[in-house]
């Protein structure tokens, strides 16, 4: 069992950043490969990035390419994903996920637990 819990998100004018943290608990969290998800009002959830269990490799949506980034630190049970050059399409509510058979990465069907969100609004 994992339970993850997001945290930073926020209020940010369009151009600016926001580091997101995604605090898991348990001791196998190194097992996991993680993703990012975002869902705004009205749409379906989507990708936005995930990272391998040991983060030798990334996987990014085209929107978010080049503007965020994903990291990890197993030493501390965190995932996280650094925001920049924010826009107002990116307001969402951003979800964690955790997965142990992840193939595709992109899918939210292949990953086994999720956090509660956490909001996040671009001001123009």
């Known amino acids: 069992q994992v339970q993850l819990v997001e945290s930073g998100g926020g209020l940010v004018q369009a151009g600016g950043s926001l580091r997101l943290s995604c605090a898991a608990s348990g001791r196998t969290f190194s097992r996991y490969g993680m993703g990012w998800f975002r869902q705004a009002p009205g749409k379906e959830r989507e990708f936005v990035q995930a990272i391998t269990w040991n983060g030798d490799r990334t996987y990014y949506a085209d929107s978010v390419k080049g503007r965020f980034t994903i990291s990890r630190d197993n030493a501390k049970n965190t995932v996280y994903l650094q925001m920049n050059s924010l826009k107002p399409e990116d307001t969402a509510v951003y979800y964690c996920?955790?997965?142990?058979?992840?193939?595709?990465?992109?899918?939210?069907?292949?990953?086994?637990?999720w956090g509660q969100g956490t909001q996040v609004t671009v001001s123009s």
């Open positions: 996920a955790a997965g142990s058979s992840l193939r595709t990465y992109g899918s939210s069907r292949e990953y086994d637990y």
